[in-house]
């Protein structure tokens, strides 16, 4: 689970100042942790798309066998458009496949081992079916495998998140990154 594409090459050719960047992968994985230390060393703006379901509506109901709410992809995406457009978001989903692709210029997609990710999603109450349904979507590697779907392969990066150390070391090479996407950015204008 080492990163899919090279941390240290160029970010591409900016066309927003700040970046736009997608950290997704099953529930338990490290995104919310991640996005919140990401957001405090790169001054970006953290949006945590499940808090935004249950503030603003926009789901269509709730699923009582997995505990959560029925995300209404047009109405994320409606809402999150304006937003989008000026650049400088943290977008925080365990699903990437409904984003429109223009919006992203980064998409990383944190990994765990199920000996991790179990005690994880236990911890935080999740039912047996719910806990068993993230561990199989991580065996399958299914976020992993819509991001490449979903994304030109030179925006993801994969990162192995099990430990603070591994989280801490993810967010040390995005900011670098989007260090270099803002010097790129500023250089271009």
């Given at each position: 689970m080492d990163v899919d594409s090279d941390s240290e090459a160029a970010p591409p050719m900016p066309h927003r100042a700040q970046p736009n960047i997608l950290i997704t992968g099953t529930p338990g994985t490290g995104k919310t942790t991640t996005c919140e230390l990401l957001a405090i060393a790169t001054g970006l703006e953290h949006i945590?798309?499940?808090?935004?379901?249950?503030?603003?509506?926009?789901h269509s109901g709730f699923d009582e066998k997995f505990q959560s709410y029925l995300l209404d992809e047009d109405k994320v995406v409606d809402e999150l458009e304006p937003s989008m457009l000026a650049g400088g978001k943290i977008v925080d989903h365990h699903g990437c496949d409904f984003f429109p692709e223009r919006w992203f210029d980064l998409v990383v997609v944190l990994r765990v081992d199920n000996n991790v990710l179990y005690p994880?999603?236990?911890?935080?109450?999740?039912?047996?079916?719910?806990?068993?349904?993230?561990?199989?979507?991580?065996?399958?590697?299914?976020?992993?495998?819509?991001?490449?779907?979903?994304?030109r392969p030179e925006v993801i990066l994969e990162f192995k998140s099990e430990s603070i150390q591994d989280m801490e070391s993810n967010v040390e090479s995005i900011s670098e990154w989007v260090e270099r996407y803002v010097a790129a950015a500023a250089a271009t204008q």
């Amino acid at each position: 689970m080492d990163v899919d594409s090279d941390s240290e090459a160029a970010p591409p050719m900016p066309h927003r100042a700040q970046p736009n960047i997608l950290i997704t992968g099953t529930p338990g994985t490290g995104k919310t942790t991640t996005c919140e230390l990401l957001a405090i060393a790169t001054g970006l703006e953290h949006i945590e798309v499940g808090k935004w379901v249950k503030e603003r509506q926009l789901h269509s109901g709730f699923d009582e066998k997995f505990q959560s709410y029925l995300l209404d992809e047009d109405k994320v995406v409606d809402e999150l458009e304006p937003s989008m457009l000026a650049g400088g978001k943290i977008v925080d989903h365990h699903g990437c496949d409904f984003f429109p692709e223009r919006w992203f210029d980064l998409v990383v997609v944190l990994r765990v081992d199920n000996n991790v990710l179990y005690p994880r999603l236990e911890k935080r109450n999740y039912s047996d079916v719910k806990i068993q349904e993230n561990i199989q979507c991580e065996i399958m590697q299914v976020v992993l495998e819509e991001a490449h779907d979903s994304y030109r392969p030179e925006v993801i990066l994969e990162f192995k998140s099990e430990s603070i150390q591994d989280m801490e070391s993810n967010v040390e090479s995005i900011s670098e990154w989007v260090e270099r996407y803002v010097a790129a950015a500023a250089a271009t204008q």
